[in-house]
């Protein structure tokens, strides 16, 4: 399981890709350029960012609770595990963004 940018919601984001448009994930068939398909990249990314922040947020909340009694341990620690989980994919994000950046930077026109 991955916390804030998890499979699930990749999944609701290529189904809702697919509804948007559906040729666009069969390659294109049937498809125009003129279409919208309903959510940018960015729109995307900045909903991911989003989630994992949100994720970070709440099990810094979940351990200021603990210090003060009023949470489990395991809960503690499944947030905290869940918002290491969507750090570590976060980071792995950026660095296929800045890998493709460079790539892109190093390309002869």
């Known amino acids: 399981m991955i916390g804030g940018i998890g ?3 990749f999944k609701t984001a ?3 890709a ?3 448009s559906p040729g666009l994930l069969q390659g294109g068939v049937g498809t ?3 279409e919208s398909v309903g959510s940018t990249f ?5 909903h991911a960012a989003t989630k994992t922040v949100n994720t ?3 099990a810094e909340q979940m351990s200021i609770q603990a210090l003060k009694g009023d949470a489990d341990t ?7 595990l869940s918002a290491q989980q969507a750090l570590q994919t976060t980071i ?8 493709a950046y460079l790539e892109i930077s190093r390309m002869n026109i």
């Open 32 to 34: 125009q350029a003129s």
């Open 18 to 20: 697919e509804s948007a």
């Open 56 to 58: 970070l947020q709440g």
């Open 7 to 9: 499979a699930i919601q």
């Open 92 to 99: 792995a994000i950026r660095d296929k963004v800045v890998s």
């Open 74 to 80: 395991r809960q503690v620690v499944d947030a905290v």
């Open 42 to 46: 960015a729109e995307v990314l900045s």
């Open 14 to 16: 290529v189904d809702g």
